[in-house]
């Protein structure tokens, strides 16, 4: 498994910062983050449907991973150690899937606490989909890369339905406000990997930050914003706080801003 940790793994170009990115969307090696279902590089395989920009310890992927088990999940994470643990995880998970006995023993172990103890079922990764199926975990993967440089690289136009920005870094000082994940060149980017009709999901616990966010977003002719109603009508935006910033947010009762734009099919009407 140790080709999985090289951050220079997959890449067949190499830029000033020393990430190793895909020459083009066909290039991303599927076959190697999805084994089982991608087991060779082939332009009839599914491809990644959702994107968790800037994954952390990857709590939200296995979220992901459990409400969407048929739907390919990439996290892109920036510090390569941050993706080796969320990558040894997922094949941790992977291997429990596949070894009965293991699995039997966790489900149980998981069953007892949940008996002794219901607040803290929720803490180990579940092994049944919430359509019952088995979890195999295997629709789900992070890379290390710089999200903000080479999204084009990785998906083609139109290829994505989910976008997440999840307690993205605020960059406080004005001089750094550039680098914060949503600006309006970056917007042009997202609307073009999501297909009409995608959703970006912004949360944060900062408000200056989500202020800046909906700002430029709803002042996009590309994007627009969902109301409560549709948020509410959403089984993903309740598993935003799952993530371990948001879990973290949580335990301190700390207020957390969510926002959801949907991609226009009609960015150019008035
Ligand atoms: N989304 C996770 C969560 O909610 O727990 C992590 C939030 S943490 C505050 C922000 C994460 O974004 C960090 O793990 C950081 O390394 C990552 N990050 C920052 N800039 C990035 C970039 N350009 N590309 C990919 N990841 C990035």
């Keep these: 498994q140790k080709k999985f940790f090289r951050t220079r793994a997959h890449s067949n170009v190499l830029n000033a910062n020393d ?4 020459a083009s969307p066909t290039a991303v ?3 190697e983050y999805f084994p089982s279902l991608c087991p060779s590089p082939s332009p009839a395989a599914p491809h990644v449907e ?6 952390g310890y990857g709590s939200l992927l ?10 390919l999940i990439l996290g892109i994470e920036i510090r390569p150690k941050v993706v080796e643990y969320v990558q040894r995880k997922v094949l941790a998970l992977r291997h429990e899937a596949r070894e009965p006995r293991a699995a039997a023993a966790a489900a149980a172990a998981a069953a007892a606490v949940a008996m002794a103890n219901p607040e803290t079922a929720g803490a180990r990764h579940a092994s049944r989909a919430r359509d019952g199926s088995w979890l195999t975990y295997d629709n789900v993967w992070a890379v290390h890369n710089n999200a903000m440089r080479f999204l084009p690289n990785f998906f083609q136009r139109g290829q994505l339905t989910k976008l997440f920005f999840c307690f993205a870094d605020p960059h406080f000082k004005r001089k750094n406000h550039r680098k914060r994940v949503i600006t309006p060149a970056l ?7 999501l297909k009409p009709a995608g959703l970006v999901y912004c949360i944060t616990d900062v408000a200056e930050l989500m202020t800046w966010m909906v700002g430029h977003l709803s002042s996009s002719p590309l994007f627009e ?3 409560n109603a549709a948020l509410q009508a959403d089984p993903t935006v309740p598993i935003l706080i799952q993530t371990d910033e ?6 301190n009762n700390g207020n957390m801003y969510i926002a959801v734009y ?8 008035p």
């Design 225 to 227: 914003r969902l109301d």
């Design 262 to 269: 949907r991609k226009r099919l009609d960015p150019l009407a």
């Design 246 to 251: 948001g879990l973290k947010v949580m335990r």
């Design 187 to 193: 917007l042009a980017e997202y609307a073009f990997v």
């Design 50 to 55: 959702m994107v968790d920009v800037g994954c």
């Design 19 to 22: 990430f190793w990115f895909p």
């Design 29 to 31: 090696p599927l076959h």
């Design 62 to 71: 296995l979220e992901l991973a459990r409400l969407f088990p048929t739907q």
